[in-house]
């Protein structure tokens, strides 16, 4: 040990695998170590994203550090200098065979019908390294097989070799210890509490790091067998961390995402969401035609070349009388073209954001932070927004890891106690409306209580904001009930107190910051007069006032997503045109005149930029159904269409274009991005430019509770929507409120309460939750029952009340 | 079947208190649960993991790795025979038979009557005194087959009030006094005791 | 009969559960057992009760920690590791934790239990000594769940001690102040292994960490410096602090001094449990002297016997005039362990002896790594066939190859002439996590390199060689996938 510590710290650490002198780095696990020089020791138990335990000793390998040479297990041994390891002398092989006849004598023979069969590790390991026959000629142990302990997965404890990976990984990375080694020796197995599934929203990580087929996830059971699989490598784009995966087809459908281990975004994990989304690429009802309407108002189907012309005309109405709403769902070469496209036509309204998002100038006007920098230890992250476990799950592993993990000092600026609160370090739960008063009042001499969050966690922000370590806001959207401005506001305070700060994107929503940075935001039109471009929330505003003839959504579903339901209606009542461009029959697309069918996730070859700015690989792998087709051949038939020839007749002729004329994708090699696991990062240097938007939140007014609309990571969403593995998983409608608030309504938790807004009243069950603080009612968005946005207007607040449902 | 009662919270927490981190107190607070109904209810070790604010699945997952937890209902005595080795060399394995056939259980069962389980157990140190036997953890020592029966014939008839109810272990608890004690608290909060540095040579 | 009430307060007392014999020798942790209410804190102080405390609080903790390693104190857990120079491992990090290890479950262990319940103030005493030499004011006492009467005469102890200023904040009118807690185990043989100790009183099953990384010296509970002492170990201190280290080095012999308590049960005319000058006394004077336990039962042969508990090898007639001592009894092939006697004499049954120690240890692995929680079982299921009478002939060798999968190498044995065979020292070397697994193959070894002959004439005399139960027993080979 002390060798170790005396040695240069810039020096390799000098040592000897079997007969050679090699050298690893400081501090280097021997697995990894050998793993790096090309020598593998087999292992089960070990993973490099989790604590080694030396629990399936089959990493036995004999080590010499002076004392003569011993078995030792390889993952827990960090290389010293002058360590001799032999991993293939007789006492090795003898132990890794002796490990393997012991796994192997209670292990079903069941390979044939398991999922595992033919990618197993313990298969694999038994053909090398492993007996040959077994010597047990007793009674294997019995389990009931395969039992459900989740919604997604399954699990066969006959076959588990109690590796600790997934109940480790549960504790440990997901922080859900919700599946847990139950019983003693023999007869220990991984299980569930009774009644408590493991309804983890990283559940399928389970099942992709199961060294068995203990772990099985339900939309993948007995859909292939390995040896039929191809796969590329993709990056996952149901929200906007983007999360490099391998996803994989067989007779040309999509049947399993994994993740892929990327340093710097999301280390081999995903979330549900992302692992099994999947599915709904596969869904039935796809759009597969372009379709116009008829003279009777009934949709009908058009030929690509008939449907592209009929649109074309919408598009060549007077540019100021039309918008293109959304753009976050396509590839960065379609929102590169769509951005030549609009800008040749004249357009200017267009935003790829749906209300429900943050003022682009946050992001262009502030200094960017990668995720590692988030995570760098010694560093303060400031939630800023949403919680992160709903919406960008991922990052919120990441995040996870770095304060509970690596020592960054969280501080969280939200309406309600996050995900990650039990490490926080000042807690800031801002009534809605109070955030940015809040984060004016961070100071050392905070001495009163403002907003709701008292003195002492104003001073303890304070003291964390001005300590040493990279400060990185993750700025978000927390409550779809109040104005962005006030966490545009929030966050020029946050500034002031810790000028040095960089922020860290919590837009969510897939491809959001490609389109950014394409420029499918108002008034980023070329030649155009910046101020007339107008937002989501603008155009629509001026549908309703009949301004707009024509509205084109791009893979946009307004109907569903702009929080401001009453403006959506009116404004899609007004409009003389919709254009639809879309996977799926969404609410919007049964309100359009034109809908086209685009290609999905897994279909078209792209490129996705995560909320850091870096650029990652989409890949195709399975074709598209009917006619549907990418959204860059969309555009540029559409182009050609309206006289606008883009000159781009392949995907590498539009990446060319890109290269040339945006300035931040100069040099980037596409090409390469499907063997780089980190990618490059765009746009990085950004000099901090904001200034607080100024707004006014009126006193909370006689209906008593501020209201809070948020996401949660099940909702009725489209693409979960059409998953059928996660469709059901859909958060129901509750209004939910602080434990004092149900017992001054006198009303129980199940209960239903009469909802009062300025616009009417609803109905709905009450659930209490410890989290919210008093005078604040959370109903979630998108949730199965009921439509939070039908309780959001124009003001910057929205205030409720709640009383007990008559009867 | 039942959460802790509310004098049994008053005690969990007082329990709690004796440890720098909450979920030292898991084992004491299932015995706790097992005092109150016989057996570790589902129920109780969900609320023995609010208690300690863990889930619970690690509170099963402790519960289930102890053998003295049962987390079904057993007999109002339980009586566990020592077949281990020193024991076994001096009839203890025919002592567990004798047991099998006079109650009519076999080890794990309990009686139809609800009156006895009966376990086959390892060494419960009372070696020199073999074959023994536990009831409800109260030692018996050198039993022959006619000590059994005599044993069986006074626990029905009530003879052996000296053995509480399964579950209940010390019959006596500590309390520490808030005045008396020295101060446990969370690792985090600790340090050297100011004592420790004050008496210390100065050289070191 | 006793009864209780709830305030600590004992009426009347429950009597002293027996086994202890009042034997002929200098007396270091028995002295107050004879006496009937030798747990209360009226008979301690009587008799010199805190006494060792309060020497203890006059000199410096450097002082004390000193006193203990000049004395040579080996723990009485099993390991035979000098307390002293365990306690000088601890790195100067703070908190730090003393536990002491009263789980008391090695197959044939007798002398904590008794300890705990007939002079609790004297354990009390010892945790007080170590606490203030090792700096640190927060003990564990860790009691085996199944000892309710330990719970209760130290739980009242405890109470008796805090309020009385022996214990808790300024103790003895001193600026000391030492919090010691009573915890109770729920049923686990495992958790006597120190790091499983730690990880049942973090509230976790009672799984051994890895050493290294996780000595506890350097990172034991909640991964901070931690000793964790048998019970008998610190029951030694207060005699130590009154009486000095070089008093204390008259008892015994030079590499072990002091005294045993030793538990001699099985065959003997007289078991019971003694305390035993270490290397000093042998086995043979223990066993057939009058003042320890007066022969084998009906003046039969020995056949064999385990010196240290059901972990350890067996010895023979062979090994009969070793001076008990650690030292001595390792280079035999066995250990001392607990001080765990189990004597059997000609009429036992070999191969019924070792499955009965074999199931135990199936029983009791924790099921943490592969080698022992798979190999112990499948040990247990072979020698439970050949006593059933469906031993194969390659099943003598099978078990001793699942031997040396989960103990590697040549296992420890004792030497003995007629076969030619020299002991081999133990400890024995170990693929698994902890030193349960290899327990395991202590019996097997020891009873197959002895009478082998016992196990062949099982298997010569099974019916089917086996084929029979193998036959029904064994797996289809598919048909177990039926269920998806």
């Known amino acids: 040990m002390t060798a170790t510590e005396n040695a240069p710290a810039t020096t390799g650490v000098p040592f000897t695998l079997n007969g050679v002198e090699l050298e690893a780095k400081q501090g280097e696990n021997l697995l990894d170590a050998c793993d790096r020089l090309g020598v593998h020791i087999p292992r089960f138990c070990y993973h490099p994203r989790m604590t080694p335990v030396g629990m399936c000793r089959m990493c036995l390998v004999e080590i010499d550090t002076g004392r003569g040479p011993a078995l030792q297990p390889g993952c827990m041994m960090t290389v010293s200098p002058n360590m001799v390891v032999n991993t293939e002398s007789e006492a090795t092989v003898k132990a890794q065979d002796g490990v393997l006849e012991l796994l192997l004598i209670n292990h079903p023979l069941d390979c044939p019908v398991c999922d595992k069969g033919g990618e197993c590790p313990l298969q694999d390991n038994a053909f090398a390294y492993g007996p040959g026959e077994s010597r047990f000629v007793e ?67 389970t099942v992709q790091i199961c060294p068995v087929g203990a772990l099985t996830a339900k939309p993948y059971r007995f859909k292939a067998r390995p040896w039929d699989l191809t796969g590329v490598e993709s990056t996952a784009a149901v929200d906007a961390t983007g999360a490099r995966v391998a996803i994989q087809s067989s007779q040309n459908r999509l049947v399993r995402v994994l993740g892929v281990d990327s340093d710097a975004v999301n280390w081999g994990w995903l979330s549900d969401k992302e692992r099994f989304i999947h599915e709904a690429t596969d869904a039935e009802d796809r759009l597969t035609d372009p379709l116009t309407r008829d003279d009777a108002g009934e949709f009908v189907v058009r030929r690509w070349t008939d449907a592209t012309k009929i649109a074309a005309e919408a598009l060549q109405g007077p540019a100021e009388r039309i918008g293109v709403i959304g753009g976050a769902r396509l590839p960065l070469e379609a929102q590169f073209l769509w ?71 969280l501080i969280e600026l939200t309406p309600r106690a996050s995900s990650l609160s039990s490490y926080a370090k000042a807690r800031l739960y801002a009534a809605p409306g109070a955030a940015a008063e809040v984060a004016a009042a961070i100071s050392t001499d905070a001495s009163a209580s403002v907003g709701g969050v008292d003195a002492q966690e104003l001073a303890k922000a304070a003291e964390l904001l001005g300590a040493d370590g990279p400060v990185t806001v993750l700025v978000g959207r927390a409550n779809l009930a109040e104005t962005a401005d006030l966490t545009a506001a929030a966050l020029v305070a946050l500034h002031d107190v810790a000028p040095d700060l960089a922020v860290l994107s919590g837009l969510r929503r897939g491809n959001i910051h490609g389109a950014i940075e394409m420029g499918l935001v108002p008034g980023s039109a070329e030649g155009g007069d910046g101020a007339a471009g107008k937002s989501t929330e603008a155009m629509l505003a001026a549908a309703a006032a009949g301004e707009i003839d024509t509205l084109v959504l791009l893979g946009a579903d307004p109907m569903a997503d702009v929080p401001n339901r009453e403006l959506v209606e009116s404004a899609f009542a007004a409009v003389a045109t919709v254009v639809s461009i879309d996977t799926f029959n969404t609410a919007s697309t049964a309100r359009a005149d034109i809908v086209l069918p685009a290609a999905a996730w897994g279909e078209v070859d792209g490129t996705f930029c995560n909320l850091e700015g870096r650029l990652s690989p989409l890949s195709a792998k399975v074709t598209s159904p009917g006619q549907a087709r990418a959204d860059w051949i969309i555009a540029a038939e559409l182009a050609l269409a309206t006289g606008h020839d883009l000159g781009v007749g392949s995907l590498g002729e539009v990446r060319s274009a890109m290269v040339e004329t945006v300035p931040s994708l100069a040099g980037v090699d596409f090409d390469g991005l499907v063997s780089d696991a980190d990618g490059p990062v765009i746009g990085g240097d950004r000099a901090w430019s904001l200034s607080a938007p100024s707004v006014s939140v009126p006193p909370v007014d006689g209906y008593g509770l501020r209201l809070l609309v948020d996401r949660t990571l099940w909702d009725e969403g489209t693409m979960v929507h059409h998953a059928p593995s996660l469709a059901h998983l859909a958060t129901t409608a509750t209004v939910s409120v602080a434990p004092a608030v149900l017992d001054r309504l006198g009303v129980q938790p199940g209960d239903q309460v009469t909802l009062n807004h300025e616009n009417g009243s609803v109905d709905l069950a009450v659930a209490a939750d410890g989290r919210l603080p008093d005078g604040v009612a959370r109903i979630p968005f998108r949730a199965a029952g009921f439509d939070a946005g039908t309780l959001i207007g124009e003001g910057p607040v929205v205030d409720v009340r709640l009383d007990r449902a008559s009867s | 079947m039942s959460r802790l009662n509310a004098a049994n919270v008053t005690l969990a927490n007082e329990i709690i208190s004796h440890y720098p981190k909450k979920k030292s107190a898991l084992i004491p607070l299932l015995h706790l649960a097992q005092e109150q109904d016989g057996y570790v209810a589902d129920d109780a070790m969900e609320h023995i993991a609010e208690l300690v604010e863990v889930t619970p699945a690690e509170v099963l997952g402790t519960c289930s790795f102890y053998e003295m937890f049962k987390r079904h209902p057993v007999g109002t005595y339980m009586i566990n025979v020592c077949t281990n080795i020193s024991c076994q060399l001096l009839g203890g394995e ?111 | 009969m006793s009864s209780h009430t709830n305030d600590g307060h004992t009426n009347d007392y429950v009597p002293h559960a027996p086994g202890y014999v009042d034997n002929e020798g200098p007396k270091v942790v028995t002295s107050r057992f004879t006496y009937e209410d030798s747990f209360t804190l009226e008979r301690s102080l009587a008799t010199g009760g805190y006494d060792g405390l309060k020497a203890a609080l006059a000199k410096s903790p450097a002082e004390v920690a000193q006193e203990v390693k000049d004395a040579v104190v080996l723990g009485r857990g099993g390991a035979g590791f000098p307390a002293g120079v365990k306690w000088g491992f601890m790195p100067q990090i703070w908190p730090r934790y003393l536990v002491v290890n009263g789980d008391e479950s090695e197959p044939g262990t007798y002398k904590d239990r008794l300890l705990m319940e007939r002079d609790p103030h004297q354990l009390i005493e010892g945790c007080m000594i170590a606490c203030y030499a090792l700096g640190l004011n927060q003990c564990f006492l860790y009691v085996r769940g199944e000892m309710p009467l330990a719970h209760e005469r130290i739980a009242t102890a405890l109470n008796e001690a805090y309020a009385a200023g022996y214990v808790g904040k300024n103790v003895m009118d001193t600026d000391v102040s030492i919090d010691i807690v009573l915890h109770w185990g729920a049923g686990a043989y495992i958790v006597g292994e120190e790091t499983a100790l730690i990880e049942s009183l973090e509230g976790n099953r009672g799984q051994p960490r890895l050493k290294p990384p996780y000595f506890p010296a350097a990172k034991g509970l909640y991964y901070q410096p931690t000793i964790v002492n048998n019970v008998e170990t610190l029951a030694n201190l207060p005699w130590l602090m009154v009486n000095g280290a070089e008093a204390y080095k008259t008892m015994g012999s030079e590499a072990s001094p002091g005294t045993r308590m030793l538990a001699v049960s099985g065959h003997v005319k007289r078991p019971g449990v003694y305390e035993v000058e270490q290397g000093v006394v042998t086995f043979r004077e223990l066993f057939y002297d009058d003042n320890y336990c007066g022969g084998i039962r009906d003046d039969n042969d020995l056949k064999m016997f385990i010196p240290g508990g059901g972990s350890a090898p067996w010895f023979f007639e062979d090994q009969l005039d070793i001076p008990m001592e650690g030292r001595t009894v390792g280079a035999a092939g066995s250990m001392l362990g607990s001080g765990a006697l189990v004597v059997m004499d000609e009429t036992t049954d070999a191969v019924k002896a070792a499955l009965r120690v074999v199931r135990f240890f199936a029983r009791e692995s924790c099921g943490k790594c592969t080698p022992c929680r798979e190999g112990t079982s499948w040990e247990e299921k072979v020698l439970q066939r050949i006593l059933d009478g469906h031993g194969r002939p390659e099943d003598i060798d099978l078990l001793l190859e699942i031997g ?31 030193p349960l697994g290899p327990s395991s193959v202590a019996p097997i070894t020891s009873a197959i390199r002895r009478f082998r002959d016992e196990f062949e004439a099982k298997i010569d005399a099974s019916a089917d060689g086996g084929v029979a139960a193998v036959d029904a027993e064994s797996e289809p080979v598919v048909a177990a996938a039926g269920g998806h």
């Open chain 1, 139 to 205: 009674e294997k142990r019995h389990y009931e097989k395969p039992i459900p302990i989740s919604d997604l997965v399954f699990l066969d404890r006959e076959r588990c070799i109690l590796c600790d990976r997934c109940t480790r990984f549960a504790d440990e990375v997901a922080g859900d210890p919700l599946i847990h080694f139950v019983d003693r020796g023999a007869q220990t197995q991984v299980n569930t509490f009774p009644d408590h599934p493991f309804s983890s929203y990283f559940s399928g990580n």
């Open chain 1, 339 to 409: 951005a030549r496209l609009t800008d040749e036509l004249g357009i200017t309204s267009r935003d790829a954001q749906l209300g429900d998002g943050l003022d682009p100038a946050i992001l262009s006007g502030a200094p960017r932070a990668t995720i590692d920098r988030a995570c760098t230890p010694g560093g303060t992250v400031v939630l800023l927004g949403a919680d992160p476990k709903e919406e960008l799950p991922s990052l919120f592993l990441r995040l996870r890891h770095a304060v509970a993990e690596d020592g960054v000092k």
């Open chain 2, 94 to 204: 025919e002592l567990l038979h004798h047991a099998e056939q006079t109650l009519g259980i076999r080890p794990g069962g309990t009686t139809d009557d609800g009156m006895f389980t009966l376990e086959d157990v390892e060494c419960i140190a009372a070696c020199t005194e073999a074959p023994c036997l536990q009831v409800n953890y109260r030692h018996e020592y050198r039993l022959s087959t006619d000590d059994f029966d005599r044993l069986v014939a006074d626990l029905r008839s009530g003879k052996r009030s000296d053995i509480p109810a399964h579950g209940t272990l010390g019959t006596v608890r500590q309390h520490i006094p808030a005045d008396r004690r020295a101060g446990i608290k969370h690792p985090d909060d600790e340090g050297t005791p100011a004592w420790f540095a004050s008496r210390q040579p100065a050289e070191s």
């Open chain 3, 404 to 434: 040396t999968n989960i103990s590697p190498g040549t296992y420890p044995v004792a030497s003995f002439g007629d076969a030619g065979l020299d002991a081999v020292p133990f400890p024995p070397k170990q693929t698994t996590i902890c």
